[in-house]
T-cell receptor, first 113, second 114 residues
Framework: AQKITQTQPGMFVQEKEAVTLDCTYD???????LFWYKQPSSGEMIFLIY??????QNATEGRYSLNFQKARKSANLVISASQLGDSAMYFC??????????FGAGTRLFVKA | DGGITQSPKYLFRKEGQNVTLSCEQN?????MYWYRQDPGQGLRLIYY???????QKGDIAEGYSVSREKKESFPLTVTSAQKNPTAFYLC?????????????FGPGTRLTVT
């Protein structure tokens, strides 16, 4: 069965330090896409970064990078130089065939001043 | 500015009543989606549509219905058959061409049924 697992319900990080949020996935499809979204307390989902299953290099977008290890089926999000505004829920998601996307349960990140 | 609007932000209904949540986008996206989020959980797909006049059930479609008469609009009706309708509902849209298909989300509607 296709599944996304985020094993860290909550994480704390000191401001200006880096943090890694874990995500593992399970699929038998050769072609898939992996996403990370941020959900602040306001509720809307904000797209952060994308990794395609055939991409050779890890994706990066500003302070966000995705550590993609295909053989281990993991797609961890790394946030460098954490800021107070990074405090939010973070969701890992996988696009399946036909545009259907499944989401993990999320990790709540707390950034400490 | 392009984006997705959902209204209202908060909605209250009595049990047994149908209620329709609106979703409008001006991003010229072909695909639209409805998700449900319960407290402390991730998003679950209710329905999605890749083109006007066509839509498919997601993982939790029972008790919900949708229509897609216009490209810009994808309203969701929560029927009285939905056993636990109280939740946060998010609408999204995406391109169907290109390489990433990331979804853009609206601000959500928080539905409370008593």
């Amino acid at each position: 069965a296709q599944k996304i697992t985020q094993t860290q319900p909550g994480m704390f990080v000191q401001e200006k330090e880096a943090v890694t949020l874990d995500c593992t996935y399970d699929t038998s499809d050769p072609s898939y896409g992996l996403f990370w979204y941020k959900q602040p307390s306001s509720g809307e989902m904000i797209f952060l970064i994308y990794q395609g299953s055939y991409d050779q290099q890890n994706a990066t977008e500003g302070r966000y990078s995705l550590n993609f290890q295909k053989a281990r089926k993991s797609a961890n999000l790394v946030i460098s130089a954490s800021q107070l505004g990074d405090s939010a829920m973070y969701f890992c998601a996988m696009r399946r065939a036909g545009f259907k996307t499944i989401f993990g349960a999320g990790t709540r990140l707390f950034v400490k001043a | 500015d392009g984006g997705i609007t959902q209204s209202p932000k908060y909605l209250f209904r009595k049990e047994g009543q149908n209620v329709t949540l609106s979703c409008e986008q001006n991003l010229n996206h072909d695909a639209m989606y409805w998700y449900r989020q319960d407290p402390g959980q991730g998003l679950r797909l209710i329905y999605y549509s890749q083109i006007v006049n066509d839509f498919q059930k997601g993982d939790i479609a029972e008790g919900y219905s949708v229509s897609r008469e216009k490209k810009e609009s994808f309203p969701l009706t929560v029927t009285s058959a939905q056993k636990n309708p109280t939740a946060f509902y998010l609408c999204a849209s995406s391109l169907t061409g290109g390489s990433t298909y990331e979804q853009y989300f609206g601000p959500g509607t928080r539905l409370t049924v008593t």
